[in-house]
């Protein structure tokens, strides 16, 4: 079916918005998950579908992961909230715009590493902050898992792995794969693997442990992309840290210790 691309986004963005909210009001949990699997293929499937025309090199599958962490996440996080047909359709809208707001910043993606378009800054800008949204709700599903410390090291590292490669890429929009990039996003899912277990034995909640481990991928994500930039200046560094020391302060003194 041919459809202009602007038309393909809004087909897309439809589809994916009422999946979502059907997905909601299935009366079995373990059917959910599937479909919530399924969802995800769909997903890739429709941003394919959207955007062919810019996918022109193999390293560009990368635009395929933010959309898919995303809408993922969305549906395994609305199973926290109340079951209410008001605050599905609300949720539903504003995944509705979110996705579209995501085609168009892909649809950038894909056109800028053919050829340079005015437009790729905002759009990097709009992916940065999805991705940190992707993030907080992927985190926030592992944790709520309660599992081992050893696990939930390991899930995080390969959770993570994809979103660090997504977002370094974003930032050179290489046509091939470089080994430098796919370092730095190794060591950083290490990293915040690391920090996953040490918060594990860290008397948090869910909400604060996401949040923080949030902050955490801020950082390593803006200060691994100024680095392939060639930008990392100590002035950037130190306000990426401050950030993360003002966060820990916070976390620590509304940690409650009474107890642990």
């Known amino acids: 079916m041919f459809l202009e691309k602007r038309k393909r986004f809004i087909v897309s ?3 994916l918005s009422v999946g979502l909210f059907a997905i909601q009001f299935l009366p079995e949990q373990s059917l959910k998950f599937i479909l919530i699997g399924i969802l995800g293929i769909v997903c890739s499937f429709l941003f394919w579908w959207s955007l062919r025309e810019g996918l022109k090199t193999k390293i560009s599958f990368l635009i395929m992961i933010l ?3 995303y809408t993922i996440g969305a549906a395994l996080f609305w199973f926290l909230l109340p079951k209410t047909v008001a605050i599905s359709l609300v949720l539903s809208l504003i995944y509705g715009i979110s996705v579209y707001v995501l085609f168009l910043t892909t649809n ?3 056109v800028s590493s053919i050829k340079t378009i005015a437009l790729y800054r905002a759009a990097k800008g709009v992916g940065f902050l999805l991705s940190l949204v992707a993030f907080f709700l992927a985190l926030d599903g592992i944790i709520s898992l ?3 410390y050893i696990y939930v090291g390991v899930l ?3 959770v993570t792995l994809p979103l660090y490669l997504q977002g370094y890429w974003t930032s050179t929009l290489q046509e091939k794969f470089d080994r430098k990039l ?6 950083s899912s290490y990293l915040q693997a690391q920090l996953a277990v040490i918060l594990f034995f860290w008397p948090v909640g869910v909400i604060v442990g996401s949040l923080f481990m949030t902050v955490y991928f801020y950082i390593l994500l803006g200060l691994g992309q100024v ?3 060639g930008r990392l200046f100590p002035q950037t560094i130190q306000e990426y840290l401050m950030v993360g020391v003002v966060v820990f302060t916070v976390m620590f003194f509304s940690t409650s210790w009474v107890g642990y």
């Open 156 to 158: 995080v590292f390969f």
């Open 108 to 110: 950038v993606f894909s």
């Open 67 to 69: 959309p898919i962490y």
């Open 13 to 15: 963005t439809i589809i």
């Open 227 to 229: 680095e392939l930039e």
């Open 146 to 148: 309660r599992l081992s």
């Open 182 to 187: 796919i370092l730095q996003a190794i060591i």
